[in-house]
């Protein structure tokens, strides 16, 4: 299962109540970050996120309001006697774009590792092992004025073991583990692949976080049948559609629209222009379009679970 966090939805500056964009995916009790602006550590502290349990954070990229939590974050966890290694994701620039804020904590108790993640994407057990295997982070390219990149947090599902395969083949108890995990393993000289004592892969998990972006097709590829897309919606109305051009943002009919397109079980909008007193006032054009679309709140929670079959 992977527990879902809205730890913030406001964009550009933070408000009571509304602390900046932010979002936490956790699965086996490690927290992956996905960007962190003005006050992110203790609206996660509100919403149930331990910072110590945060091994990653990706960054979208590196407008002050999805990066200046950073300095603070990191001196907590300094503070908390941290001794895992952070990892810190982002798209290209990582490395000048953090360089002042890294200047900001020096003689840190543990190690600050920039990455960026290949083509292919990572399995995010390479960074943390209590992270599970199947646990993998893709980017995909987003429209903004700089660059940027949204994530796709995906954890596959294998199909059902067949022990009577297994047996036939001569495969030892001791093994069959590593073969549930998608291993392949050795006995006798032979070498058995998962595919031969295993059914088809069944549906996994995946949830989209598009950090900031006017509507591009990068995002409805991604989110395609996906159980939940979080898409920024910086704009109420469409009257703003200039704006949104011009800053490369999204309006609420737009996030309905990618999400029309590419038919996620469920949309929730975020990343709110302070414009805007209640997202709410202008849900409904937008949950016309796509019914399953809701407002999202800080602290907001969810547990995306396995098809029961």
Known sequence: MIDVTLIGTG????LPGRALASAAFTL???????????GTQSAAKA???????????????YHGDH???????????????????LYILGPDGLED?????????PNLGYEIRLLHLPQEGLSLHTLSPAWPLQARLTAFPTRHRVESQGYCLSLSRSGKFLPENALALGVP???WKALQQGQPVETEGLIIHPDQV????RRGLTVVYTGDTAPCPAVTE???????????????????LEYGMEYGHSTFLQAAEMARQANPRALWLTHFSPRIDDPNDFLASAAALFPAAVCGQDGMKTTLVFDQE
């Open 28 to 38: 086996s009790g490690h927290s992956l970050l996905l960007d962190c602006g003005e």
């Open 11 to 14: 964009a550009l500056q933070p």
């Open 222 to 240: 991604a989110a395609k049948g996906v159980d939940l897309l979080i898409c920024e919606a910086t704009y109420g109305t469409d009257e703003l």
């Open 97 to 105: 774009a953090l360089s002042p804020i890294l200047a900001l904590c």
């Open 173 to 175: 108890v001791s093994l």
């Open 47 to 61: 919403a149930g996120i331990s910072l110590l349990k945060i091994a990653a954070v990706a960054l979208t990229h």
């Open 198 to 201: 295993m059914e088809q892969p």
């Open 67 to 85: 990066v200046f939590g950073l300095p603070g974050l990191m001196q907590s966890m300094n503070i908390a006697q941290r001794t895992e290694p």
